[in-house]
């Protein structure tokens, strides 16, 4: 964010202070608006340029390590709680959750690639560049802390204030010797892709129907840009969601694409652990463990959820990925995230060059269409126009254990424009060379090849199950 934004930013900060579970998943937009600039291409277009710009931010992040004994996470007695999940037209998916005293319900992006909870807040809240994708910035849910009769300021002498910026927090003003300073937690400044946010950190009550979260930190965010909503991170983090409420596993079903911004949404399932056996697998689902970022120095890389992806398929022909980009080295470089705040799944520039070749080889019967390639930022596109029948190869991906997600076609592929024109939606970008200069996860699986599949995240057990499911039947 340009320094410019800082004395703006403190003037918002300082003028806020002074006023001061099953849960449903829908996809974050339909395509209202066929004007030439908010078209299907465009639209396509804006969704991979986001996608890369996320992937890029992911493998390139900032690095605060934060202090993880800070927290003392509530015990929860609901065995699993429930909440909508939604699809929406700018790439996401959207959770509401509750927050304060009276409750106030605002809706989050809900990110597997982040850690920290934030929502716009303040009546002041400002967003820049947030008018994409036909949503009115001057509409965006804004949680006022004033209204709340639970909402605090974190203290920099908190322990909570650690969770984001690490014991060595530096608290300007305050006596060392004493822990009855006023000062409060710094602001933060997040980079997400093409958007950012920036606020203070508070201590909230978290409201379910059967549940409550007292003392839950959140981030009170006062200026965003590109930002469609608040962001709730479920990542490996200490200020995580699932960190803070201690629990055992989450999961979800990302319904179709095509239910973007409608009243469709499935169930992100939060499970406590009451009443749950331990080491117990969900009946259906394949598993494969999670695995760690051995550059323990980089404690972003800790917060993503790394999968032990051995092959890559496409039809029946394996893709000859060199190791080093299918596991982390002891540089921190390589292997394999899953991220549902990213749309299209990215790759590496030589693993993406490797499959986008075997697809053009194993589809050499269509024309590609190379311009529409340039307008949307996807490829290989072809032309399926005139064909009685269309054969596309599978895409598989082959994980630790045996577990394969063999994607459906509508994963991988997508209709551009008409139906005589096909384009594969996974993305890279043209930073990477093969001879170096890799950096990061080289794979970060989106959320678009994760439609109509039932997904697990097994943290009791550190494990990542899957299986295909028709999420709306």
Request: glycine share 10%; charged share 15%.
């Amino acid at each position: 964010m340009s320094s410019s934004y800082l004395p703006f930013l403190f003037f918002l900060i300082f003028l806020s202070v002074a006023s001061a579970i099953k849960l449903p998943l829908s996809p974050l937009s339909h395509h209202t608006d066929q004007s030439p600039n908010n078209g299907p291409y465009l639209s396509l277009r804006r969704l991979a340029d986001s996608s890369i710009a996320r992937a890029q931010q992911l493998k390139q992040p900032s690095s605060i390590k934060p202090d993880e004994n800070a927290l003392t996470a509530p015990s929860a007695s609901a065995a699993v709680v429930k909440s909508p999940l939604s699809a929406k037209s700018y790439g996401g998916y959207s959770v509401s959750l509750s927050f304060g005293t009276p409750s106030q319900t605002i809706p989050f992006v809900f990110d597997t690639g982040s850690s920290l909870v934030w929502f716009p807040c303040t009546s002041r809240y400002l967003c820049t560049g947030c008018g994409f994708s036909g949503l009115d910035p001057g509409r965006i849910r804004r949680f006022i802390p004033k209204n709340s009769t639970s909402s605090r300021v974190i203290g920099c002498q908190n322990p909570k204030c650690q969770l984001l910026f690490g014991p060595n927090v530096k608290c300007s003003g305050c006596d060392p010797s004493t822990r009855n300073c006023t000062v409060g937690c710094p602001p933060y400044i997040l980079q997400y892709g093409l958007g950012s946010t920036a606020g203070i950190l508070l201590s909230e009550k978290l409201d379910f129907p059967d549940l409550t979260v007292p003392d839950f930190v959140v981030g009170c965010s006062i200026l965003s840009t590109r930002q469609p909503a608040g962001i709730a991170g479920f990542g490996r983090g200490p200020e995580s969601l699932p960190v803070q409420m201690k629990l055992k596993r989450f999961s979800h079903c990302l319904v179709s694409r095509r239910f973007d911004d409608t009243d469709v949404s499935t169930d992100l399932d939060l499970d406590t652990g009451s009443g749950h056996n331990s080491g117990s697998k969900t009946t259906g689902l394949s598993y494969t463990p999670f695995r760690n970022n051995p550059n323990v120095s980089n404690a972003a890389f800790l917060e993503y959820y790394y999968l032990n992806l051995r092959r890559i398929y496409v039809g029946s022909k394996r893709v000859k990925i060199p190791y080093k980009f299918l596991a982390p080295g002891t540089d921190g470089n390589g292997g394999t995230i899953v991220d549902s705040g990213s749309t299209f799944t990215f790759m590496d520039r030589p693993v993406f060059e490797l499959v986008a070749e075997e697809f053009a080889a194993q589809m050499s019967s269509y024309s590609r269409e190379k311009d529409l390639e340039k307008i949307t930022g996807l490829g290989p596109c072809f032309n399926i126009s005139g064909k009685g029948s269309v054969t596309v190869p599978e895409l598989i991906f082959e994980f630790k254990g045996g577990a394969k997600m063999e994607l459906p076609l509508s994963n991988y592929f997508t209709l551009v424009g008409s139906v005589d024109n096909v384009c594969l939606t996974v993305v890279s970008d043209n930073t990477v060379s093969s001879t170096g200069g890799r950096s990061g996860p080289a794979i970060i699986l989106g959320s678009f090849q994760q439609q109509n599949y039932h997904v697990e995240y097994d943290l009791e057990n550190d494990r990542f199950g899957f299986a295909k499911k028709k999420c709306i039947q």
